[in-house]
């Protein structure tokens, strides 16, 4: 499986020395040269070498996390997605409201999990392994993801984990059984993510963490690129009218957000990379995304795109 992924960067807020440039940009000093280096050389490092051409290099820092924790109420620990919009791709890039995780002391943890989402032998049921015909399933084999909640649910009840990470393949053996295309205004009932995703990843430790991801190449359809993966998306505004619990974020194809704890931030880059599954339309076409062979003449998912293969 091809899965999209996830990139991550820390940045401390320890301060730098006077009249150094820390590595994240957090601190200036208050001279009129900066410097690119890594504490605990900055200091040695500001003088009179590395300095930055840029005088307004520091001037691109991010805000202080400290600030954010001082201000009641101004930073909360829910990641918010944006207004429900039009089309899947309409937030496509977007940055959501930095969260910040300073309620207890850590240390702090986070799941992840990708390739997760099996296969339902008839509408509401069970999920297996995909492709069970083809392969000699234990007992192990074929409770797999239940397993592994159960596993995910035990293990959380301990280390108390902040969110989880999903780096996409949500719903095998090709996605949603639907075509893409619906406008994201008018949610469209699959009979998925109740069996597959809301009943499996419940209970105590889990019932309340939100998801954070992207989709992966199984989630447009594996060898098409007309699965509903928009409504993948679009389950992020789903409501518990809908048997949502709201903890399903994924605004956009790609996105990011800041998550802040009391001395250290994190910087989370969500990054659709299926277009490496993207081929010219007579190649690999078990694996095509834009094959012609699965792929019906003229496919598209309407005014958001994309459009026919060919």
Sequence with gaps: ATLAFICAFAASTSSAPRGCCSWDWTKCGNTTSYCVAEPPNCEIACKGQWLHPDPHYCELQQPDIHLAFSQSGSCSSRFQVPPRPLHA????????????????????????????????????????????????????????????????????????????????????????????????????????????????????????????????????????????????????????????QSRWVMPAQYWSVRVNYPDFSLDYFFVDSNRWDAHPPDFDPEHNLCGVKHNVANANCGNQGPTSVG
């Design 89 to 244: 791709t309409d937030h496509n890039g977007v940055n959501l409201s930095p969260v910040c995780f300073g309620e207890r002391s850590g240390p702090h943890h986070v799941f992840v999990i990708g390739d997760w989402g099996g296969q339902q032998e008839n509408q509401g049921g069970e999920p297996r392994p995909a492709d069970m015909k083809h392969r000699n399933l234990t007992d192990i084999d074929y409770w797999a993801q239940h397993k592994v909640a159960c596993e995910m649910r035990k293990r959380a009840q301990l280390t108390q984990p902040d969110y989880i990470l999903n780096v996409g393949d949500c719903f095998y053996p090709g996605g949603l059984e639907i075509s893409c295309g619906s406008p994201l205004l008018a949610r469209v009932e699959t009979h998925k993510f109740g069996p597959v995703f809301e009943r499996i990843y419940s209970g105590p430790g889990l019932a309340k963490l939100q998801w954070l991801g992207v989709l992966g190449n199984h989630d447009y359809g594996g060898w098409k690129f007309t699965s509903a993966w928009d409504q993948i998306i679009a389950y992020s505004w789903a409501t518990q009218h809908d048997g949502a």
